[in-house]
């Protein structure tokens, strides 16, 4: 009977049941059911990135457009359905009590949020949510003995590269890749030497180059990324690229790209190139760390890092599967000083 006792009490300190609470996104404008506006999709999409690795099991969100289409954005990530809840009938003692052990995202809006926790608790700790405020999440914790409450304020970074943002060195432009710039990426993608420790196919025709051009706009339009062409100040002509890759706003982190052509090499164009981006890294795009991923057979980029501040983080052995190969892979990072 002792033993039955204490896994009985085992098991109740492991049912724990996990709300989280957020206010949706920012609205398109005042009518009384708006959409989310562009802010407003790019901070739910952020708030899917910030739930990646947690487990959801229930999600529940007011029939307001602005409050469905949060809570979509985080559901489908997770291939879940969505239980619709009116504002006045939400009970979070039934919805906990209804949820043991499970994890909850519930998305409604500033003054509805908070008077929810409070009628929880019995008091009147949580205010309303400002206006300008939509980063703010609650997490409620609850088992069969207590329930623990806790308030974050997430900031999450916002990309914007409207208008294209052109950047000038002593030498070099930093400027759009348009269509006309397909024979140069033509020339740098279907180069085997130049490509050696890049793992994608090379490229083939102007299309391939033309189809490369315009995704990478379309990407850069959908603040997914932002990619240079290197041109010298003497003739616009593209000889490399330059950019910030797989972003991680939740984290303030975005990976650093680059290729050159090997007429270019040794002249100093890709460590100027690379100041500069890093300097729109930190300075624009608020990055707290830029990381940079390489091959730790290609010794020009790893000196190249070493030259501009980046320090090794870490070397993955055979991590990575490419054309038949499993290969090493070498972090380097740079930091916000």
């Not at 959409?35 to 790019?42: F, K």
């Not at 990309?159 to 294209?164: E, H, K, L, Q, R």
């Not at 051009?213 to 339009?221: H, K, P, S, V």
Request: hydrophobic share 40%.
């Amino acid at each position: 009977m002792a033993i039955l006792t204490i896994m009985q009490q085992l098991s109740a300190q492991n049912n724990e049941t996990t709300v989280f609470l957020i206010r949706h996104a920012e609205k398109a404008d005042n009518s009384s059911n708006p959409e989310l506006s562009q802010a407003g999709i790019e901070r739910a999409l952020n708030w899917a990135k910030y739930f990646e690795k947690t487990p959801i099991d229930v999600f529940y969100t007011t029939m307001y457009r602005r409050t469905q289409q949060t809570c979509s954005a985080i559901a489908t990530t997770k291939q879940k359905d969505i239980i619709f809840y009116k504002p006045e009938a939400m009970d979070l003692k039934k919805i906990i009590s209804e949820n043991e052990g499970k994890t909850i995202v519930i998305v409604g809006h500033s003054n509805t949020i908070p008077n929810y926790i409070n009628k929880l608790l019995g008091e009147q700790k949580y205010s309303d949510i400002p206006e300008s405020d939509f980063g703010n999440l609650y997490v409620i914790k609850a088992n069969n003995t207590k329930i623990d409450i806790s308030f974050k304020l997430i900031q999450m970074l916002q990309f914007d590269f409207s208008p294209f943002p052109v950047l000038e060195t002593e030498n070099l432009i930093l400027r759009k890749i348009r269509l006309e710039d397909a024979a140069e990426v033509l020339d740098l993608r279907s180069n085997p030497e130049t490509m050696k420790y890049i793992p994608r196919p090379l490229a083939k025709t102007v299309e391939d180059a033309e189809k490369f051009i315009n995704e990478t706009n379309q990407a850069i339009d959908n603040k997914e990324l932002i990619n240079w062409a290197i041109a010298l100040k003497e003739d616009d002509k593209l000889i490399g690229m330059i950019g910030f890759f797989r972003m991680q706003p939740e984290n303030f982190r975005g990976e650093v790209g680059y290729i050159l052509h090997p007429n270019s090499h040794g002249k100093g164009i890709m460590k100027e190139a690379l100041i500069e981006a890093i300097k729109y890294g930190f300075e624009k795009m608020k990055l707290h760390s830029i990381e940079a991923v390489i091959d730790p057979r290609n010794i020009g980029s790893e000196k190249l890092l070493q030259k501009t501040g980046f320090l090794k983080e870490a070397h993955f052995r055979e991590n990575f599967y490419y054309d038949g190969v499993f290969q090493d892979t070498v972090i380097y990072s740079l930091l916000e000083k």
